[in-house]
């Protein structure tokens, strides 16, 4: 059982009783002290106004026709019309036996956006977020009762493979010879060659003609470089252990097609404007600085398609083939006018409808330790794997003395989990800075320290011989606070499906992990006896739980000792 949902719908039926006033929503927040209960609404004050009578006597109304006696003390009236409420401690202990794994389904699907890397391009630490984050909320969106379906739309269309090709082809390079960094090594001389030599920049246009056209040596060799650049990615999906796969690729040449459709459909609804030789769709509201139209150029004055066009084609085949009703693009803040404009485009033309909503969840830039952009000394991107190994090593050197433990398999996942919770705790809109120390540290609102208060635990309950039993004595105000906050996880969970905020989720289980050191200290679990002992046995077993599911949500891995 959730408790919040379950109190609020109680008080609206009793403002409905009490006042004639359905479907009222009590807003119920937690309590702000601890000596005001667990929870506190302001209903009383709002209806007061509708009703222009005094806040308490409303609250008085309020309380009295609302049924609560088996969940909650007595309501409390307070200041100047606050109800507070006190769940008994059988309603929390039923909170923590009944623990959701999952919510019921919302029979919804959401399609996500994510992770998008570029082909013949190193991953950079914005696509180490958009992976992090979009894991995570998929994770948070399956778990809240939706079907999720992934899509990773790398970057594998676009002029610079003619450019590539064309060198390729003028060096004789063979395609299969080339890593990932090679490539971007390739993709720059071809960049040189293509500014400096007007007959290989010609060719170069011409070749991709021929590989929008499907010209079969052509899309041999680009077919080459896309699969190298994915089985590098995959690498990297491996070690920082996201499911990602091959199969949730849907890159922007799967729209090359579609695109010629985009633009006569928006020509036919009468949405293009020629503006310099370019096919562009002006909507009311886009202006830039200066105050002058911005439009959304859908087809370039050479006949080339860009990134927006794919948008839109992926927009309409993600409502129309995948059915999705909710669509959520994890990309980084500098592409939130991009989006705009193409939800705005797309519900003008009728492939976004007003049931399916589009989201952009946009993040902040990871900084080095110099507050700039993380980047290499030379200004190059700052290779994703090594970063990776340098946290494993960070946390095998914090290991070293451990015994008893699997430390390679443990070091990984403390390493990366360290990784992960530091991009995902603080307000995703946020810059943060790429600490390795502070991101292993065993204290503080870290990974490591949530992961150690798991292992803590395990060590706790496979002494005790890992207990089954029930939460039924919480008579001591650190096991109320404990089982209250266990209780709330899937409210916890909820929200983070609602906001698309992940650190609501980081900051849920650090206050779980702290309310079992203050549990620890004021209620001894294994020496104590009877029924107590059971209870408090079976509350760590929530907390773990709790503690494993969140974490795993997160895409973390909780190992069970450290
Ligand atoms: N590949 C792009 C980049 O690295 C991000 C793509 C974002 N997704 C999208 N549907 N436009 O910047």
């Not at 202990?93 to 999952?102: D, F, I, Q």
């Not at 739309?153 to 395609?175: A, I």
């Not at 439009?295 to 006949?303: E, F, L, N, R």
């Not at 693009?329 to 049931?355: C, G, K, M, N």
Request: with cysteine; charged share 20%.
């Amino acid at each position: 059982m959730s408790v919040v949902p379950v109190l609020s719908a109680r008080l609206t039926a009793a403002a409905a009783l009490a006042f004639d006033l359905p479907g009222a929503d009590p807003e119920l927040r937690a309590a702000t002290k601890p000596e005001f209960g667990h929870f506190q609404t302001n209903l009383a004050l709002r209806l007061a106004k509708t009703l222009g009578t005094s806040p308490r006597a409303v609250a008085a109304e309020l309380v009295a026709h609302a049924e609560l006696d088996d969940l909650c003390a007595p309501a409390q009236i307070a200041g100047p019309g606050f109800v507070n409420l006190t769940l008994l401690p059988s309603t929390l202990a039923a909170g923590v036996n009944e623990l959701p794994r999952s919510l019921p389904t919302t029979g919804r699907r959401v399609v996500v956006d994510y992770s998008q890397p570029n082909v013949a391009k190193q991953m950079h630490v914005g696509h180490l977020r958009s992976t992090v984050i979009g894991d995570a909320l998929c994770n948070v969106l399956r778990y809240a009762g939706y079907e999720v379906v992934r899509q990773n739309h790398v970057g594998d269309w676009g002029t610079q493979f003619g450019m590539m090709v064309e060198q390729l082809l003028d060096e004789q390079t063979p395609v299969e010879s080339l890593d990932l960094e090679e490539m971007q090594q390739l993709y720059q001389r071809s960049r040189k060659h293509f500014d400096s030599d007007p007959v290989f920049a010609d060719r170069s246009r011409r070749r991709v003609v021929l590989l929008q056209s499907g010209d079969p040596r052509t899309r041999g060799i680009w077919q080459q470089l896309v699969d190298i650049s994915l089985a590098e990615f995959d690498r990297v999906y491996a070690l920082l252990g996201s499911p990602l796969t091959q199969a949730d690729v849907v890159g922007e040449s799967a729209y090359n097609d579609a695109l010629q459709g985009i633009v006569s459909d928006l020509a036919a609804a009468g949405l293009l404007t020629e503006s310099g030789g370019a096919q562009c769709a002006f909507l009311p509201g886009f202006t830039g600085r200066d105050g002058s139209p911005l439009p959304v150029i859908v087809q370039k004055s050479d006949g080339g398609f860009g990134y927006s066009a794919t948008d839109l084609a992926a927009v309409r085949h993600r409502v129309r083939d995948l059915k999705a009703d909710r669509i959520v693009y994890v990309v980084d803040h500098r592409q939130s006018l991009h989006f705009q404009q193409i939800f705005a485009l797309a519900r003008t033309a009728r492939w976004l409808p007003e049931t399916t909503s589009a989201e952009h969840v946009a993040f902040g830039t990871v900084l080095g330790p110099d507050g700039k952009p993380f980047k290499t000394r030379d200004g190059g991107t700052v290779s994703l794997v090594s970063l990776l190994d340098a946290a494993i090593a960070r946390a095998g050197a914090l290991l070293a003395d451990r015994t008893g433990i699997d430390r390679e398999s443990v070091a990984r996942a403390v390493g990366i989990g360290a990784v992960k919770y530091a991009d995902l705790s603080s307000d995703r809109t946020n810059d943060y800075v790429f600490d390795l120390d502070r991101m292993v540290a065993m204290t503080g609102n870290t990974g490591p320290y949530l992961q150690y208060a798991h292992a803590r635990l395990t060590r706790l309950l496979s002494k005790a011989g890992h207990p089954e039993g029930q939460v039924t004595v919480l008579a001591e105000p650190a096991e109320q606070r404990l089982a209250l906050l266990l209780a709330g996880f899937g409210d916890a969970v909820q929200q983070v499906a609602e906001t698309l905020q992940p650190h609501r989720l980081c900051t849920y289980l650090y206050d779980v992990a702290s309310a079992l050191s203050a549990f620890y200290e004021s209620c001894p679990v294994l020496p104590s006896e009877g029924e107590t002992r059971t209870s408090r046995l079976a509350l760590c077993t929530a907390t773990r739980t709790v503690l494993h599911d969140g974490l795993a949500l997160l895409g973390i891995t909780a190992p069970d000792a450290m």
